[in-house]
Structure formats: structure tokens, C-alpha cells
């Protein structure tokens, strides 16, 4: 089982950038696709972005084109979601956690997320 600790959140201006970082531990990351969801307050948790076991291949959902970037580093056991010209409504928890990539559902527990909180 992978283990992971999201960091990075916290809060930020409209318009400004964060990156989170998601730590693996237990098994190498480098075996797994990865995903980031978030969860606003009183929402469903959502899909934000995928990446597969390579890095190779990348996928986002519709709101998130063009001002988040998901990456790894294998080498590192990382993920990473570099997000740019944040908005309000990007005010959640942030999640990372293995996923199926065709499919971008979970396969693993979620773990405790980031909150990140993003000022008008």
C-alpha cells in the first residue's frame, strides 16, 4: 500500500500560485498513476488532475486547463500540482492518491489532504 502526505496549501491572494507536494512512502510511487481530487466545503470530492506512472501522459479536468500542472519525480516518490491564477472558488482540500488512469478512480485510501484557501 502507498502512503502519502500532501503539503504546500495554505492561503493566497486571487490570482496567485501555489505548488502541493504529495510524499509517498511504503511502495515506490514510480508503480503507480497519480491523481489529485480537492474537496470544497459542502461538495463532493472532484477530480482535478492525472498522471500516469511515467509522467509521460497527463489529463485535467475542464476548469483546471491551462492554470494547474501536475508533474513527478519518481527519483523523489513525488507528485506535484503546480496551480497558477487561482481563484476563489479553488478553496478546498487538496488530495493525492493512486489512481486507475483510464478512469482516474482511486485505488488506494485518501490520505489527510492540504487546504489551501485562496482570497478575493
Known amino acids: 500500500q502507498v502512503h502519502v502526505v500532501e503539503s504546500g496549501g495554505g492561503l493566497v491572494q486571487a490570482g496567485g500560485s501555489l505548488r502541493l507536494s504529495c510524499a509517498a512512502s511504503?511502495?515506490?510511487?514510480?508503480?503507480?498513476?497519480m491523481g489529485w481530487f480537492r474537496q470544497a466545503p459542502g461538495k463532493e470530492r472532484e477530480f482535478v488532475a492525472a498522471?500516469?506512472?511515467?509522467?509521460?501522459?497527463?489529463y485535467y479536468a475542464n476548469t483546471m486547463t491551462g492554470r494547474f500542472t501536475i508533474s513527478r519525480d519518481n527519483a523523489k516518490n513525488t507528485v506535484y500540482l503546480q496551480m497558477n491564477s487561482l481563484k476563489p472558488e479553488d478553496t478546498a482540500v487538496y488530495y493525492c492518491?493512486?489512481?486507475?488512469?483510464?478512469?482516474?478512480?482511486?485505488?488506494?485510501?485518501w490520505g489527510q489532504g492540504t487546504q489551501v484557501t485562496v482570497s478575493s
Open positions: 498522471i500516469n506512472w511515467s509522467g509521460t501522459n497527463t
Open positions: 492518491v493512486p489512481i486507475r488512469y483510464r478512469d482516474h478512480l482511486p485505488t488506494e485510501s
Open positions: 511504503g511502495r515506490t510511487v514510480g508503480n503507480y498513476d
